[in-house]
T-cell receptor, first 109, second 112 residues
Framework: QKEVEQNSGPLSVPEGAIASLNCTYS??????FFWYRQYSGKSPELIMS????GDKEDGRFTAQLNKASQYVSLLIRDSQPSDSATYLC?????????FGTGTSLTVIP | DTEVTQTPKHLVMGMTNKKSLKCEQH?????MYWYKQKAKKPPELMFV???????INESVPSRFSPECPNSSLLNLHLHALQPEDSALYLC???????????FGPGTRLTVT
């Protein structure tokens, strides 16, 4: 079983819709959780970090963490074509940092 | 400022060449990382330096040799690479291991 799993997609949503990206992890001692956005040919860009259960909002982005279910998600409200990218979930277990395989998101104008 | 810089942006090298990749940050971060990324794959961790000491080596072939001269700089020395080593090489830094990582723009390496 992989440490971090994501649906690879591709996920397509119309402009203005909510995009929902999901991630599960296997190590219960995981301490911190991150979402990165990566445009084609570019490096990953940190967009959200979350450390405790519940929701964390930053502009159009909301990260949700449920440690009991070992689940973290990212919601993108009012999706824009510029949000089209690969979204990487990352989990830190204290000493190791694991990336999921990424979900490709396309926002259709 | 959350900037990590990497040089060069692009590098083409033959299999007998020796070259180095450089990474620099001035955020006071004490953990620095090298990743390798192939197309349509997630970043693959190679090395971690924590407080200028090698903390993690993910069984990387010896043709890759990391070096951390000081807390702001990280180098990756390359020697006798293979064509399959062609990839995007990413440097990242974080306050300490476990904190969010900030990535540099990467070096696109092509081995001919």
């Amino acid at each position: 079983q992989k440490e971090v799993e994501q649906n690879s997609g591709p996920l397509s949503v119309p402009e203005g819709a909510i995009a929902s990206l999901n991630c599960t992890y296997s190590d219960r001692v995981s301490q911190s959780f991150f979402w990165y956005r990566q445009y084609s040919g570019k490096s990953p860009e940190l967009i959200m970090s979350i450390y405790s259960n519940g929701d964390k909002e930053d502009g159009r982005f909301t990260a949700q963490l449920n440690k009991a279910s070992q689940y973290v998600s990212l919601l993108i409200r009012d999706s824009q074509p510029s949000d089209s990218a690969t979204y990487l979930c990352a989990v830190n277990t204290g000493n190791q940092f694991y990336f999921g395989t990424g979900t490709s998101l396309t926002v259709i104008p | 400022d959350t900037e990590v810089t990497q040089t060069p942006k692009h590098l083409v090298m033959g299999m007998t060449n020796k070259k180095s990749l450089k990474c620099e940050q001035h955020m006071g971060h004490r953990a620095m990382y090298w990743y390798k990324q192939k197309a349509k794959k997630p970043p693959e961790l190679m090395f971690v330096y924590s407080y200028e000491k090698l903390s993690i080596n993910e069984s990387v072939p010896s043709r890759f040799s990391p070096e951390c001269p000081n807390s702001s700089l990280l180098n990756l020395h390359l020697h006798a690479l293979q064509p399959e080593d062609s990839a995007l090489y990413l440097c990242a830094s974080s306050l300490t291991q476990g904190h969010e990582q900030y990535f540099g723009p990467g070096t696109r390496l092509t081995v001919t």
